[in-house]
């Protein structure tokens, strides 16, 4: 039984700073690329940043320059350091992760941490 837990979300003054974690558990799979993504009160969920197996990342505009996303393939797990954080900040983050058991991918989602940024 796979599954991804997030960790680290909470409340957090505008300006400061969160870092959210993301455990992948179980056994006999590879992780190709790992996501982070949110969900703002009343929006559509989106992309924030995205890592592939090989270190590279993309990161949604609004948060450039501000949230790093890192993983540790070794733990299996992946993180979003998140500073400078804005109200509009404020949503439901999920970990998303690409596995692989030999032939067949399976795509996982966290059950979401949420992250809440007061002014």
């Known amino acids: 039984q796979v599954q991804l837990v997030e960790s680290g979300g909470g409340l957090v003054q505008a300006g400061g700073s969160l870092r959210l974690s993301c455990a992948a558990s179980?056994?006999?799979?590879?992780?190709?690329?790992m996501a982070w993504h949110r969900q703002p009160p009343g929006k559509q969920r989106e992309l924030v940043a995205g890592?592939?197996?090989?270190?590279?990342?993309n990161y949604a505009d609004s948060v450039k320059g501000r949230f790093t996303i890192s993983r540790d393939n070794a733990k299996n797990t992946m993180y979003l350091q998140m500073n400078s954080l804005l109200v509009e900040d404020t949503a439901t983050y999920y970990c998303?992760?690409?596995?692989?058991?030999?032939?067949?991918?399976?795509?996982?989602w966290g059950q979401g941490t949420q992250v809440t940024v007061s002014s």
């Open positions: 998303q992760a690409l596995m692989t058991w030999g032939p067949h991918q399976v795509n996982y």
């Open positions: 179980g056994s006999g799979f590879s992780i190709k690329t």
């Open positions: 890592i592939t197996d090989g270190g590279s990342t």
